[in-house]
């Protein structure tokens, strides 16, 4: 994970196979809790060959379509929450004006102009205030990566590997 001008992280990715007669894909742990995820992948009559994104598959996030004016829309109500919740925590006003503005400069100079590049993707809920992850590739086309916004995020402790 990589932080960016104090406002988004970079998290890399894998594509992993997965699978197996049951359709257990894996064993994820979320806040200390042993979770089971199960797939059904439309049209397959075996689980074996199935590949997937480890973050997509692990946040169970959906892949969603956003034409650049839609994304905006979006992103300026996702904007208006975390600002409501920035205010709501304590942060002061020069903070909240001040993670406002890196927003608005990392949209403005690293998204809007890579839009094309980038595959937007919703939480379970699809929240229409939530965060809309965007998923792009890395310089080599082939190493996968997602933006998350920095003070969109709630930090989950996860066990170390036991």
């Known amino acids: ?52 994104n480890n973050l997509v598959s692990c946040f169970q996030l959906q892949s969603t379509a956003f034409d650049k004016r839609s994304f905006l829309a979006t992103f300026k109500l996702y904007t208006k929450s975390v600002v409501g919740l920035l205010g709501k925590n304590g942060t002061d006003e020069d903070g909240i004006k001040q993670v406002q503005a890196g927003m608005e400069n990392y949209m403005k100079n690293v998204i809007l102009p ?16 939530g ?14 990566y997602f933006t998350f916004w920095k003070y969109g995020l709630v930090e989950i402790g996860l066990p170390d590997g036991k």
Do not use: H, W
């Open 131 to 144: 965060m809309i992850p965007l998923m792009a590739y890395r310089p080599d086309g082939k190493t996968p």
């Open 114 to 129: 890579n839009f094309e590049n980038y595959e937007c993707y919703t939480g379970e809920s699809q929240n229409s205030k």
């Open 1 to 52: 994970m990589k932080a960016i001008d104090d406002t988004v992280y970079e998290v890399d990715c894998l594509q992993v196979e997965v699978g197996g007669a049951t359709g257990v894909v894996g064993q994820y742990y979320i806040k200390g809790s042993k979770i089971k995820e199960i797939y059904d992948y439309e049209g397959q009559e075996s689980l074996d060959d199935a590949t997937v």
